[in-house]
Structures are given as C-alpha cells and as structure tokens.
C-alpha cells in the first residue's frame, strides 16, 4: 500500500473542527512555520485563537487527512464570508463594487489548506480541497497565497484559480497574491 492509499480525508462541520484542533493545529504550525511564511509561535496561537472562533460560525467547513493510524498530514478550512467582511479591504487595489459584493452564501473563504512535508505531493491537497468544497452553494472561493509559495500558486491554478489582486491580509504581513475561482465555471 503506497502512502497515498493509506491516507484517508474526512470533512469536518465546526464542533468536529474544534475537537480536532490539535490534529489541525499539528499541521498548520509545521507547514506554516517553514519559509516562506516563517510564522512564529505566537503568531501560530494567535491563529487558533481566531480558529476557536471560526469554527463556531454555522457555515465553517473542514477537512482533515490522516494516515490509517490517525497521524494527522493535511488540513483545510474555511466559511463562506460575510456582508460586512474585512477581506476585500485588505486589497491594494481596489476591485469592482459587484466583484465586493457577499451576502453570506457567494464566497467561500479558503481560509488555510496544507500537508505536512513528508505527504506533499501525493495529491493530498487536492482530496483536501475537494472534500471542503463538496457540497458548498457557493458561486466562488477566495484565497491569499504567499507569492514565494511555488508550490501552492502551482496547485491553485491547476485548481482553476485566477490571481485577481494583492493584499496584505494583517498588519504587517507579506503582500500576498489573491486568487478566485469560480464555481459555476468549474460545475460546467
């Protein structure tokens, strides 16, 4: 059995997400504390602690993926957002008032996807990705990506994601790319 096979992703609703936080953080701090991002500890608890709230939202989605033996290599997570969402304030430049446009069911937030190293390239982040967004209503998904994430800017374009601006997504991040994809193009 290749490692692939033995890697089983199962979707995640809020109270499921918030029981498995240390498996999800797990993956989170090893990925996200690695070049480009080079996050800190405490820049890793200041995301659980955000965490801890999103999942409590009703339309917050997960996805986990472990071995056979229940290690834990890749997560992601995300919610559709708001019509008072921060997220296209973060923009460098300004986009159109209809692209703005959320009324809480027409954009989904990717909020965070990774594997862990060892299981990188297995297409783990793909079965992520699709077991999140299985079943979403929404028209279109919204992420930030680090620009030096090679590999990441890689796999979303595959995706079928278009960079569409920049933003820096917290005070005094990186700018990062910001990609779209559009559902209703993918579903045809």
Known sequence: MTQQESIGVEYLDGPAAAQA???IRLVYAEAFTEPPYN???DDVAATFRRFRSQTRKRTFRGALARTG???PVGMAYGYPLGP???WWDQLTQPVPDDMRREDGRRTFGLMEIAVRGPWRGQGIAGRLHE?????TEAERVLL??????KAAQAAYRAWGY??????RPWEGADVH??????LRQTAS
Do not use: F, Q
């Open 144 to 149: 930030n990506v680090h620009p030096e994430s």
């Open 39 to 41: 996050e800190t500890e």
């Open 84 to 86: 008072s969402t921060g």
């Open 21 to 23: 936080e240390d498996a």
């Open 177 to 182: 790319d910001v990609m779209m994809l559009d």
């Open 162 to 167: 278009r960079k569409i601006g920049e933003a």
């Open 131 to 135: 077991t999140l967004l299985a079943g």
């Open 69 to 71: 033996d229940g290690e």
